[in-house]
């Protein structure tokens, strides 16, 4: 299997939508490939009682005095990671949460939902840009060399798990 994985940058105002979208809690979402009947097997593999938004925002307040935040700050990286029906079956997302977990740090993991309403099994995986000195630092923590090395070290890591999953293109 392929590794297939894209990131986007989210600005706190941007939160809120992705919410939407990841929890499903719009009549009028735009993907036509969302069968509804089968929205109720969606689970979410980070436990918390409070909804994306506020553990985006209790990340950031955790911390704010290191960091300085800006209304134009990205505050969270929206992860697709897709696979097959197969190899969801045989192995789910939970190593692929644990390897992002891993390399960006489990209290920067603030939601890992899965969906199994749409043609492929997929993963939403939100991180909040902290690096390892404690600030909100996006432009230094999502390069282009570090999402090379993503794209490479997580089948990497896979791998050592017994996963069968290479590279995508």
Do not use: C
């Not at 299997?1 to 919410?19: I, S």
């Not at 949460?97 to 939100?126: C, R, W």
């Amino acid at each position: 299997m392929e590794f297939a994985w894209n990131t986007q940058k989210n600005k706190l105002t941007d939160v809120k939508g992705k919410e939407i979208e990841q929890e499903r809690k719009s009549d009028n979402l735009k993907n036509e490939d969302i069968d509804r009947r089968k929205t109720h097997l969606n689970y979410d593999l980070i436990k918390s009682n409070l909804n994306l938004y506020q553990r985006v925002k209790k990340r950031i307040d955790e911390v704010r005095e290191n960091s300085r935040i800006q209304k134009n700050s990205v505050v969270m990286y929206s992860n697709v990671i897709t696979v097959n029906e197969e190899t969801y079956k045989n192995w789910g997302l939970e190593a692929v949460t644990e390897y992002f977990k891993h390399e960006f740090g489990e209290e920067n993991i603030v939601s890992a939902k899965v969906h199994l309403d749409e043609t492929a099994p997929h993963m939403h995986l939100q991180l909040v840009p902290v690096s390892s000195e404690g600030k909100l630092q996006a432009h230094k923590l999502m390069t282009k060399d570090r999402i090379n090395k993503i794209h490479s070290d997580a089948p990497k890591w896979l791998q050592e798990r017994g996963f069968e999953v290479e590279r995508g293109k």
